[in-house]
């Protein structure tokens, strides 16, 4: 059953998203660390980390794209999803650490030990053990989700009001993150990490190996959310999207939809958060800031929403263009974004990728307009491929 | 008229008895009662505001009456369920204006629609057999869209998202079919062959449709109820109700 | 008035021979301050009090030494001297003339020996002295100062100087720091009940510290008295802190409703997302501090005026720049909020940036006009001109908004519009002209609520970040579509948040009110004031 589940997911160009993603999990890995450093092919570790880190982002625009662009859902909470599932990694780093910090005591992380703490609290127990750490990577993120929601969807608060609350959510953990009481480092958050399942994480190969997991994860992903999108369940979240009270009357619990949408889409952006940390090597209260959550919104939407690609084209092509932009004009770079918000939703509402479907679709529809004058030119039925 | 009423709550399949709801201290429906019986085709009429739609969602569960009994089948509690639950229940519901999934193709509308389980795992996992795909071809060539079934269903003129959505409803395979103003915007050959695609649903189900249309409802030939300002005006056949006189103050005009 | 005459005669007699005893006593200040020299430690206390009796100003710098350790006797001829280090060798300071002395070796010198009851004296003298300081304010301090630490030594001092006060203000103080003195006094029993009455009566949170330390040691006759006291105060505190926290959260509600009147326009009526509708706050402040700027390099009298001056531009200003969104962007977007909300939270990344660079990152200074500084007293509350001012402000600006829309025809027109833009446009309302002057209006109204802003908020680019959410949460609780709605919304957060603070602390506060609201919202979708009715669905 799941097998089949999954093969559904295969068109042309998930196939091609996919196989770019595993040859650059491969490839870029290769560059770095087998070339010498002179080599025309060598790919810095430094840009290793930084295509990582655009992998995760385009994964959370992915898992944002499944509740935005296919249920119509625009969560101004991603960030917070990504900021938790960070956290819980950086816990697991942290705890790696042990006696290596500046007051080199075995248990406490140093922020701890600086606030007189005597004991770990309880909530910091279990994460020296990566397993453990995985796992709470999507559970809290789940967890939050699936309790939002549940209150959110069942009330059936929609549309801005669902957005405007998400951001109110986000926005109390910024808050909440910020204070030293709550036991997450403050301020300045979690940083100086060491390890990784006793790997160097400044060491070239981590940093590869951790590029390949991010590529390679999020592959993962786009099978899975295309399976999803092609299932009846897939279809369902779009009716949910374009009529939701007509899928109601229809019978389905639109509640529950959503609910499975948004809580696998929160895993799915925790993950995103787990890889981006050790990669950038440090997360604070700052992933949390409202504004982060729209950004995510923006990438989606230049991609194309509602598209499974676009998320990913779109993540990369902003986040690309932010490292040029800010390294050349700092000063212009919010304009630019600003920008861009406004000219993606007046001008390219189905984004690069969607505009592009959409023109090659026009085009076969053509092709085959023209071929359909010749008789009995019965047209491909979708289901039959099944 | 409550005990009278109130003998028929057994045998009934849709029973409403002293239902009220108010907005905003304007009272849409006022102590309304209402019975139809398994297998009726049930037509309703009234002025704009006489509370026709608004007790189209106290049955479908959209929304909550203040007061009084709302039953199907004589013992399910109606006012205590949500939508889903109730179109889960076989009470199917059309809107005054179409409402189909314009991004999905006519046949993806239909099997939307069809009565299969409808929770998050069994839709995941959902595979089209040769039964529902055979059960869908019947209700293409029942709306007669066969040859649009790839189409998107945005692409459909008015009158086939009309039918469309009529298509789905029986897909949904419902006991009660609510049907608010079918034939609106239709031209006059779409409105008849409206009129037949009804009669023929309601040889297996029973239907209320609601309508401003006269001459479809005569068309349809059956027991019509006239509702104004959130009551039942008067009941009987077309020719009885559109003699009484206060059916003729307050909707039809002199 | 003959009696104030009277007694003001009085207080001037008192004061003059308290200078004549003064001058007098200055003549043997060298002696009385070379005994300390030789003093043995325990007849310090004495000397002390002999040199703090004379009264003389110059007894102070002396005492402060001693106190300091800076003290020294020259072992030549047992005289003492103020010192200070210079190298190896001491400055040395005639402490009864104040004139410099040359400098003696540190071997040649002997420090004046102290302990700390004898600091224990000296503190307490010079509490003493400085009561009858010539500054009304070091009287105040020094009062304060006797009234927080009561030593029943200085008790004899507290009244002499209460006798001599004319200033009202420190008068009370003296009354308040002899009660609490006199308490830890050996004084008969009658004039402690009289005190502890006393005490009861003010406000005073030094009395019930007093009170409470005295509970412990009282005579069991007193006990029943403090008591009393205790609860009194203790009730009339409870009653102040409520009302101070009531003020404190109508203080904040006001500039919540600020924040969020503009938005219970553009949201709440029109149905916009507006996410710039906070730079629209910051573009009014920023209107306020180029008034200023203006006013401060060309015309310094109009100062007072500058906030009357900026309101209108504020409006103006900010009423363009929305009418130019409106037009430009939000027009073509109608019926698509998600998108609507996304195009403004670009153009108010846009507009913060542009402010960043046109007037740098840092907070700008805004100035308060003189009948905006200041606070005055009103029972036990301290009520500060500026927060008065912004809540009568942001009632002024409520009430008129409310005229506008339900007295006026271009009200009707709006509430037309926003309720059926069809119907509306079929009577001849040219709907596009009434959105674009409604969005403008709402956006004016931001700028109007920027000034007052810039009265007590950081004047920089953030600036309306900081209130975007608020804003947004008090419009949602309060209600859509209800100016009365986001009036209560934004009084009952507030106050609530002001409420919660002092059991949660700031920052949890606000969290816990962010939860509050979200849970509220789960149960009531709608807000406070619901719109009820099939309208709402369509």
């Not at chain 1, 069942?154 to 986000?170: C, F, K, P």
């Not at chain 1, 991010?214 to 993962?220: P, W, Y």
């Not at chain 3, 007037?359 to 009520?383: C, D, H, K, Q, Y």
Request: some cysteine.
């Amino acid at each position: 059953m799941i097998t089949s589940f999954l093969m559904r997911s295969f068109d042309r160009s998930i196939l091609i998203a996919v196989a770019i993603l595993v040859g650059l999990a491969m490839l870029v890995p290769a560059l770095n660390l087998l070339t010498a450093p002179d080599h025309p092919l060598h790919v810095p570790t430094y840009l290793v980390s930084l295509f990582g880190k655009y992998l995760t982002y385009a994964l959370l625009a992915l898992a944002l794209d499944l509740v935005w662009g296919f249920c119509g859902i625009l969560s101004l909470g991603h960030a917070a999803f990504f900021a938790l599932g960070g956290y819980a990694m950086g816990m697991y780093l942290m705890r790696q650490i042990g006696a290596r910090g500046s007051y080199g005591n075995p248990l406490l992380p140093d922020f701890m030990v600086f606030l007189n703490w005597k004991e770990l609290p309880w909530f910091w127990h279990g994460f020296d053990m990566f397993w453990f750490a995985a796992l709470m990577v999507v559970l809290v993120p789940g967890l939050l989700a699936f309790v939002f929601g549940w209150f959110a969807f069942r009330s059936r608060v929609n549309g801005v009001y669902l957005s405007i609350i998400t951001q109110a959510m986000t926005y109390a953990l910024l808050l909440a993150f910020f204070r030293n009481d709550m036991g997450f480092g403050g301020n300045n958050g979690l940083t100086d990490f060491k390890d990784i399942l006793g790997f160097n994480i400044q060491a070239n190969g981590t940093r590869a190996a951790l590029f390949a997991a991010s590529a390679l994860m999020l592959a993962l992903c786009l099978i899975l959310t295309s399976a999803i999108v092609r299932s009846k369940y897939g279809k369902v979240l779009v009716a949910v999207r374009d009529a939701e009270s007509r899928t109601r009357f229809l019978g389905y619990r639109v509640e529950h939809i959503k609910l499975f949408a948004f809580t696998l889409s929160a895993m799915m952006a925790g993950i995103a958060g787990a890889l981006y940390v050790p990669q950038v090597g440090i997360i604070n209260p700052g992933e949390f800031e409202p504004g982060n959550s729209i950004e995510v919104v923006i990438w989606t939407a230049v991609g194309g929403r509602g598209t499974l690609i676009g998320p990913i084209v779109g993540a990369i092509l902003v986040n690309g263009g932010k490292s040029i932009f800010t390294a050349a004009f700092p000063e212009f770079w919010l304009f630019a974004l600003g920008g861009l918000f406004v000219l993606v939703t007046l001008f390219l509402p189905k984004g690069v990728v969607g505009t592009a479907g959409a023109y090659f679709a026009r085009r076969r529809a053509e092709l085959r307009g023209q071929a359909a004058e010749t008789p009995n030119n019965l047209a491909v039925e979708p289901m039959a491929a099944e | 008229m409550n005990q009278t009423i109130g003998q028929t709550k057994p045998t009934s399949l849709l029973y409403l008895d002293g239902v009220s709801v108010s907005f905003d201290g304007f009272k849409a429906l006022n102590a309304l009662s209402f019975v139809v019986e398994p297998g009726e085709l049930r037509a309703i009429i009234g002025p704009n505001g006489a509370g026709k739609t608004t007790m189209m969602d106290i049955i479908t569960g959209k929304t909550r009456p203040d007061e009084g009994q709302v039953f199907f089948k004589g013992e399910i509690d109606l006012t205590k369920r949500d939508e889903a639950e109730i179109a889960s229940l076989g009470i199917g519901r059309k809107f005054q204006k179409p409402t189909v999934f314009e991004s999905h193709t006519v046949w993806d509308n239909l099997e939307l629609a069809l009565n299969r389980k409808r929770g998050v795992f069994s839709t995941l996992f959902y595979r089209l057999t040769a039964e529902d795909r055979a059960r869908i071809e019947e209700i293409l060539a029942t709306i007669r869209m066969s040859p649009r079934r790839d189409d998107l269903a945005a692409n459909l003129s008015h009158g086939q998202k009309q039918w469309l959505e009529i298509g789905m409803l029986l897909a949904q395979e419902p006991e009660l079919l609510l049907v608010d103003e079918p034939v609106a915007g239709m031209t006059d050959a779409e409105t008849a062959e409206t009129a037949i695609l009804l009669k023929e649903i309601a040889k297996s189900r029973s239907v209320v449709v609601v309508e401003h249309d006269m001459g479809f409802i005569r068309e349809l030939g059956v027991k019509v109820t006239c509702l104004a300002e959130g009551a039942v005006l008067a009941e009987g056949s077309i020719d009885f109700v559109s003699s009484d006189p206060k059916v003729i103050e307050n909707y039809l005009g002199r | 008035m003959y009696r104030i005459l009277q007694i003001l005669f009085v207080a001037l007699c008192l004061v003059i021979s308290a200078h004549v005893v003064g001058s007098r006593a200055a003549e043997g200040l060298g002696p009385l301050i070379d005994q300390l020299g030789s003093a043995k430690l325990s007849d310090m206390d004495d000397h002390i009090t002999a040199l703090a009796k004379t009264g003389d100003a110059k007894v102070i710098p002396v005492l402060e030494a001693l106190g300091e350790g800076e003290l020294y006797q020259r072992k030549s001829d047992g005289k003492v001297f103020l010192v200070k280090a210079q190298g190896a060798d001491l400055l040395l300071v005639d402490p009864a003339t104040g004139a410099g002395a040359g400098a003696a070796p540190k071997a040649a010198m002997q420090k004046v020996k102290v302990n700390n009851a004898v600091r224990r004296a000296v503190r307490s003298a010079l509490g003493g002295l400085t009561l009858f300081s010539d500054d009304t304010r070091a009287r105040l301090k020094a009062a304060q100062s006797m009234l927080q630490t009561p030593n029943a030594d200085a008790l004899e001092a507290i009244e002499t100087a209460i006798a001599a006060e004319r200033d009202g203000a420190v008068r009370q103080v003296l009354d308040e720091a002899r009660a609490v003195t006199l308490l830890v006094s050996d004084r008969p029993e009658d004039q402690k009940r009289h005190a502890i009455a006393l005490l009861a009566e003010g406000n005073g949170r030094n009395g019930l510290a007093v009170l409470t330390s005295a509970l412990a040691t009282a005579d069991a006759s007193l006990k029943p008295d403090i008591e009393t006291a205790i609860a009194r105060i203790e009730q009339t505190q409870a009653f102040w802190n409520a009302g101070q926290n009531v003020w404190y959260g109508l203080s904040l509600g006001s500039v919540l409703l600020l924040a969020a009147i503009g938005l219970a326009i553009t949201f709440g009526v029109m149905g916009i997302i507006n996410m710039a509708h906070g730079e629209m706050v910051m573009l009014g402040a920023y209107t306020t501090f180029l008034v200023q700027e203006v006013i401060r390099s060309s015309y310094p009298q109009l100062f007072d005026w500058s906030l009357a001056i900026a309101l209108p531009l504020a409006f103006l200003v900010t009423g363009a720049v929305g009418l130019a969104i409106e037009r430009g962007v939000i027009r073509f977007l109608y019926g698509r909020p998600l998108e609507t909300l996304l195009a403004t939270w670009g153009i108010s990344l846009i507009l913060q940036q542009s402010v960043r660079s046109i007037f740098g990152p840092t907070n700008r200074e805004v100035g308060n006009p003189s009948w905006m500084s200041g606070a005055f007293e009103l029972g036990g509350l301290t009520i500060t001109w500026n927060r008065l001012w912004i809540i009568v402000f942001a009632l002024a600006v409520f009430a008129a908004l409310l005229f506008l829309l339900k007295r006026t025809s271009m009200g009707l027109k709006m509430r037309a519009v926003t309720q059926n833009r069809r119907i509306a446009s079929s009577m001849g309302i040219r709907t596009p002209w009434v959105d674009a002057l409604t969005f403008a209006l709402g956006s004016g109204i931001a700028g109007m609520a920027g000034v007052a802003l810039s009265q007590i908020d950081n004047v920089s680019p953030n600036l309306g970040q900081g209130y975007i959410i608020d804003s947004f949460m008090v419009v949602v609780f309060g209600g859509v579509g209800n100016l009365w709605g986001t009036l209560v919304g934004a009084f009952s957060l507030g106050i609530l948040n002001k409420f919660l603070e002092p059991y949660a602390g700031a920052v949890l506060g606000k969290i816990l009110v962010l939860v509050l609201i979200i849970l509220f919202i789960q149960k009531k979708p709608r807000g406070l004031f619901a719109l009820k009715g099939r309208a709402v669905e369509a």
